[in-house]
Nanobody, 111 residues
Framework: VQLQASGGGLVQAGGSLSLSCAAS?????????VGWYRQAPGKQRELVAF???????RHADSVKGRFTISRDDAKRTVSLQMNNLKPEDTAVYYC?????WGQGTLVTVSS
């Protein structure tokens, strides 16, 4: 497995979750784009957060101020801290690192 995502689960509205995506040595680079996407039932996959070298991390308007993307090169991981979760955040979340997709991890937010 080139990318291993973890951290999804069930949480009540207002709660927090942290997603993590670990890259294998075979694909990891110390530069390049990394991001998190999500796909809710019946909807298209959308960008949630994105980082690229020398650029300020970007977050979708719907999650600004609540979600934060970060990367740890020593651990070969990219993370997504999600706070103040809302039912509309319910989706399968996917990481993407250096052009490779990880498997999805389900986040369910109950009202």
């Amino acid at each position: 497995v080139q990318l291993q995502a973890s951290g999804g689960g069930l949480v009540q509205a207002g709660g927090s979750l942290s997603l993590s995506c670990a890259a294998s040595e075979s694909i990891f680079r110390h530069n390049g784009a990394v991001g998190w996407y999500r796909q809710a039932p019946g909807k298209q996959r959308e960008l949630v957060a994105f980082m690229n070298d020398g650029e300020t991390p970007r977050h979708a308007d719907s999650v600004k101020g609540r979600f934060t993307i970060s990367r740890d090169d020593a651990k070969r991981t990219v993370s997504l801290q999600m706070n103040n979760l809302k039912p509309e955040d319910t989706a399968v979340y996917y990481c993407r690192m250096f052009g490779v997709w990880g498997q999805g991890t389900l986040v369910t937010v109950s009202s």
